[in-house]
Antibody, heavy 124, light 107 residues
Framework: EVQLVQSGAEVKKPGESLKISCKGSGYSFTSYWIGWVRQMPGKGLEWMGIIYPGDSDTRYSPSFQGQVTISADKSISTAYLQWSSLKASDTAMYYC?????????????????WGQGTLVTVSS | DIQMTQSPSSLSASVGDRVTITCRASQSISSYLNWYQQKPGKAPKLLIYAASSLQSGVPSRFSGSGSGTDFTLTISSLQPEDFATYYCQQSYSTAFTFGPGTKVDIK
């Protein structure tokens, strides 16, 4: 079974750093992109960025470029999302999701499955 | 970025009703449109990819259609487990964007 398991909920103070994780299993981790999606309380889904664990090629949404860092350690099939200095506005649920793509039509792609989510709370 | 809109933002329906949700893109995205279902406290789940392809394991009462800028998700006969929020997402541009969601609740 293809599965993405995320690290547990975090409570942090403004200015602190944080790294959350997403561990893949049941498939070749290095062969598929992994994306990160933010969901602020009571709000919709926002794509943050995506990484190819095979070579760590990473793309960011312009809205999140410079605000977070996405990385991966293929030796342990784990992707990461990190902040160097958290803000209260970073309070949200964060999901990772495997990105699948049709080999013949690049734009024919989708996210499946999704991790269970990591709730990040930033409060003084 | 390609902007996605959905209508309605919410709807109330009864078990057995036929439900249609509309998604519109700010520019043509061909058929590169996906639909997800999210239940409260849960992660999103893929229902439909490439506008009309049903994801494996998803009940056949769900269907998708459309191309260009206008798309629809239809639930042919609403079941109790279908009460959730539904999101569309375009994959035409690498700056993936989601619609704001449509919440389906019980009438």
């Amino acid at each position: 079974e293809v599965q993405l398991v995320q690290s547990g909920a975090e409570v942090k103070k403004p200015g602190e750093s944080l790294k959350i994780s997403c561990k893949g299993s049941g498939y070749s981790f290095t062969s598929y992109w992994i994306g990160w999606v933010r969901q602020m309380p009571g709000k919709g889904l926002e794509w943050m960025g995506i990484i190819y664990p095979g070579d760590s090629d990473t793309r960011y949404s312009p809205s999140f470029q410079g605000q977070v860092t996405i990385s991966a350690d293929k030796s342990i099939s784990t992707a990461y999302l990190q902040w160097s200095s958290l803000k209260a506005s970073d309070t949200a649920m964060y999901y990772c999701a495997r990105h699948l793509r049709d080999v013949h039509e690049w734009a024919k792609n989708w996210f499946d499955p999704w991790g269970q989510g990591t709730l990040v709370t930033v409060s003084s | 970025d390609i902007q996605m809109t959905q209508s309605p933002s919410s709807l109330s329906a009864s078990v057995g009703d036929r439900v249609t949700i509309t998604c519109r893109a700010s520019q043509s995205i061909s058929s590169y449109l996906n639909w997800y279902q999210q239940k409260p406290g849960k992660a999103p789940k893929l229902l439909i990819y490439a506008a009309s392809s049903l994801q494996s394991g998803v009940p056949s009462r769900f269907s998708g259609s459309g191309s260009g800028t206008d798309f629809t998700l239809t639930i042919s006969s609403l079941q109790p487990e279908d009460f959730a929020t539904y999101y569309c997402q375009q994959s035409y541009s690498t700056a993936f964007t989601f619609g704001p969601g449509t919440k389906v609740d019980i009438k």
